[in-house]
């Protein structure tokens, strides 16, 4: 073996090698070397592309950020706007200055009366229970990862509905006593539905199907005690099934508020191991986020939520369910949208009320009637669209 002079060295068939350690040589007992292309003119390093990419995805953050704050801001202005002017229509008109002035303390006393006494009650019952049915479906929605676990499907307020039904009709109840048994029907629910769903853990499809099922036995308890009751009490039940806000006083708005006023709080804290929760329970465990405990939180909390809204103005249909995808479709899908979709529920209930009262001159119909009507073809629309991808939900 021998070198040519230049550094190369001569096989004994003459041919030349490259000298060891250059691109493309063959160590002794190993594979070749491969160029990975650092020294090559045609593949030349480019240390401003990792900047260039991070700059854009903060300017994307930054976009989605700003959509976020002025849909907030957007849904925050119109939810006031559209409660002015619910409490400004009706068979005695109240000037949208006139309405903003009792808030103030400056209206007269016959303004008074009919803002303070008739029409805010029914208002603001309204709007909280929006609220509370927007952020209820939104954290079930966003924890179980399916766009039907809402608790009108899933069976919570078909529970509280049951509940009701059995108070008015088997115990002659009647106010108070029929909301807390709504609520305590709706708790009962929730934990039967937990506890039938848990295997080794609560997993969202599964929980899901349990409650579909769940609430199509409670629907069933629910037409045989009707059919079993005399037709006035039937009709006072039919009533409160329908999901109404008619005749709403302050007996109904007070307490309300103040379980918002507690459940609010709840949910900023134990909303916050959410986005781990959504990327699925083995990579939230891995970020050391305590899956089953604060699973069964947000689920106690948004049970919770449903549970009082059902029992100040009964089920109205379908808002938890719309009212989570409109916001994100809002927000362009910008985070968990916790806030926009709790205000989305109370401009659609507000809204719906509003259409309620002056859709037909001197009809009242349930709340419940018109968010039906809205509703109904989303949840056609969401399962013809699910099942032409194949997926079951």
Do not use: K
């Amino acid at each position: 073996m021998a070198t040519d002079g230049t550094g190369g060295i001569l096989d004994r068939a003459g041919s030349e090698r490259t000298p060891s350690g250059a691109p493309g040589t063959r160590p002794a007992g190993g594979p070749p070397r491969r160029d990975w292309g650092g020294d090559r003119p045609d593949s030349p390093r480019r240390p401003g592309a990792n900047e260039a990419a991070r700059h854009a995805v903060a300017r994307a953050r930054r976009g989605q950020g700003l959509r976020n704050t002025a849909v907030t801001l957007g849904l925050a202005v119109a939810v006031p706007v559209v409660l002015v002017v619910s409490l400004s229509l009706g068979d005695f008109p109240v000037p949208a200055s006139e309405v903003l002035a009792w808030f103030v303390g400056g209206a007269q006393h016959t303004t008074d009366f009919i803002i303070g006494g008739l029409r805010l009650p029914r208002a603001l019952t309204g709007l909280l229970v929006g609220v509370a049915l927007g952020l209820s479906g939104a954290l079930f929605q966003s924890l179980l990862r399916n766009p039907l676990a809402s608790p009108d499907i899933i069976g919570i307020t078909s529970g509280a509905s049951a509940s009701a039904v059995i108070s008015i009709v088997v115990f002659g109840a009647s106010g108070a006593a029929v909301s807390i048994g709504a609520v305590c029907g709706a708790l009962v629910t929730a934990l039967a539905i937990y506890l039938l769903a848990w295997r080794h853990g609560v997993a969202g499809q599964r929980l899901v199907l349990v409650g579909i099922g769940v609430a199509a036995i409670l629907t069933a308890v629910i037409s045989y005690v009707m059919t079993r009751s005399r037709v006035e009490t039937a009709e006072a039940a039919l009533v409160w099934l329908t999901g109404s806000l008619h005749s709403r006083t302050w007996a109904h708005a007070t307490p309300l508020l103040w379980c918002l006023a507690v459940l609010l709080p709840l949910v900023v804290v134990l909303s916050r191991p959410l986005r781990a929760l959504q990327l699925g329970d083995d990579s939230a465990a891995g970020l050391g986020v305590r899956v089953e405990r604060s699973r069964l939180g947000l689920i106690t909390v948004g049970v919770a939520l449903a549970a009082v809204a059902t029992a100040a103005a009964g089920p109205v249909s379908f808002v938890a369910l719309v009212a989570a995808p409109i916001a994100r479709r809002l927000t362009a899908g910008a985070g968990l949208a916790l806030l926009p979709s709790a205000l989305t529920g109370g401009l659609l209930v507000l809204t719906a009320d509003l259409i309620a009262l002056h859709l037909i001159d001197g009809v009242d119909f349930p709340v419940g009637v018109i968010t039906g009507l809205v509703g109904a073809p989303y949840l056609l629309w969401l399962l013809a669209v699910s099942n032409r991808g194949g997926r079951s939900g």
